[in-house]
T-cell receptor, first 116, second 111 residues
């Protein structure tokens, strides 16, 4: 079965420092990977995705992610964190095994706290 | 272009009642999927509709059902509400399974 793991419940970083939010996955075949961000009492906002191509994917709000097939990881990064980046971040993989093309499997989420 | 619209934003219902939530996808998107988000279980897939047909279903009891109309708008229904059904319900629309746009969600509270 396909799965996604976000090993950190919370990540704390000082404003201006680089940030990394970790994600590892387990899939059969080529993965479709996504990162979403959620602010309190809001839906999920799309940040970036990897389907094919360059391993370094650039997304919204200065975020990027690196796809590493050998380590089955898709870590989210940003060179310089902002206090406004504080939110809940979800990594997701598209599930193909179940036969449905449009089902996402989400990690448990990582809360990012950026301190002034 | 307009995003995914979910209505209502907030609902308070009593145990045993039923509730219907609505989702209007991005124009041209034929796939609508629903997710339940709770603090304990995280984000869990409910079901997906494509061209008015349920194409995939998650591991939820039969009290949870849905449908999709010819204009791709979707509704989900929960009957005989339980306290544990309190959650944020999110829908996502997709064009070809390579991108998923989520609505702002409906916050359901069962009392």
């Amino acid at each position: 079965a396909q799965s996604v793991a976000q090993p950190e419940d919370q990540v704390n970083v000082a404003e201006g420092n680089p940030l990394t939010v970790k994600c590892t996955y387990s899939v059969s075949g080529n993965p479709y990977l996504f990162w979403y961000v959620q602010y309190p009492n809001r839906g999920l906002q799309f940040l970036l995705k990897y389907i094919t191509g360059d391993n370094l994917v650039k997304g919204s709000y200065g975020f990027e992610a690196e796809f590493n097939k050998s380590q089955t990881s898709f870590h989210l990064k940003k060179p310089s964190a902002l206090v406004s980046d504080s939110a809940l971040y979800f990594c997701a993989v598209r599930d193909l095994i179940s036969g449905g093309y449009n089902k996402l499997i989400f990690g448990a989420g990582t809360r990012l706290a950026v301190h002034p | 272009k307009a995003g995914v619209t979910q209505t209502p934003r907030y609902l308070i219902k009593t145990r045993g009642q039923q509730v219907t939530l609505s989702c209007s996808p991005i124009s041209g998107h034929r796939s609508v999927s629903w997710y339940q988000q709770t603090p304990g279980q995280g984000l869990q897939f409910l079901f997906e509709y494509f061209s008015e047909t349920q194409r995939n279903k998650g591991n939820f009891p039969g009290r949870f059902s849905g449908r999709q109309f010819s204009n791709s708008r979707s509704e989900m229904n929960v009957s005989t509400l339980e306290l544990g059904d309190s959650a944020l319900y999110l829908c996502a629309s997709s064009l070809a399974g390579e991108g998923y746009t989520f609505g702002s969600g409906t916050r359901l509270t069962v009392v």
